[in-house]
């Protein structure tokens, strides 16, 4: 059974920071590695997607890495702001025999202060 | 293109009661997977639905129940409420029953008192 985990729990840093999450999984058969942003009671936003065949993609201040191999993941945020205070999710895109799901793990809290 | 659409925003509930959530998918997507997400969690899989079938299930119970349309738009139907029902609810839409991108909805807030 696939499980994502991430650390750390909660971060806060001061604005201008640059800044890792860390997101690891424990079965390396996976389809893509998906990084969100949740806003309080909203929905989930998108940042990056990483397909199984390649290491890293970038947006902006962010890059996202992948180590499939390793079953890691990393999210690096550069330069942060208030804006970019907000929950973190990464999920995995796994086979469940017929159907292609994402398993989630449980999220980052990151706080930037002003 | 229109995004992934879910309707209503949100709603309250007594335990006891059904609900019926609904989601639209994106333009030309055939595939609706549904997901849970309780407070402080990350989203549980309820299920996929692909061309108006069932295709798989995670691990929640039968009053857990949806339907997909011949438009692609589906519902997710839950029954007896529990109080532990309390979540968001997001469907995401994707191409096919492949290991493309899934985009979500902005997602049901439930409440069940």
């Known amino acids: 059974k696939q499980e994502v985990t991430q650390i750390p729990a909660a971060l806060s840093v001061p604005e201008g920071e640059n800044l890792v999450l860390n997101c690891s999984f424990t079965d390396s058969a996976i389809y893509n590695l998906q990084w969100f942003r949740q806003d309080p009671g909203k929905g989930l936003t998108s940042l990056l997607l990483i397909q199984s065949s390649q290491r890293e993609q970038t947006s902006g201040r962010l890059n996202a890495s992948l180590d499939k191999s390793s079953g890691r993941s990393t999210l690096y945020i550069a330069a942060s702001q208030p804006g970019d205070s907000a929950t973190y999710l990464c999920a995995v895109m796994v086979s469940g025999g017929s159907n292609y799901k994402l398993t989630f793990g449980k999220g980052t809290l990151l706080t930037v202060n002003p | ?113």
Do not use: M
């Open chain 2, 1 to 113: 293109e229109t995004g992934v659409t879910q309707s209503p925003t949100h709603l309250i509930k007594t335990r006891g009661q059904q609900v019926t959530l609904r989601c639209s998918s994106q333009s030309g997507h055939n595939t609706v997977s549904w997901y849970q997400q309780a407070l402080g969690q990350g989203p549980q899989f309820i299920f996929q639905y692909y061309r108006e079938e069932e295709n798989g299930r995670g691990n929640f119970p039968p009053r857990f129940s949806g339907l997909q349309f011949p438009n692609y738009s589906s519902e997710l139907n839950v029954n007896a409420l529990e109080l532990d029902d309390s979540a968001l609810y997001l469907c995401a839409s994707s191409l096919e029953i492949s290991g493309n991108e899934q985009f979500f909805g902005p997602g049901t807030r439930l409440t069940v008192l």
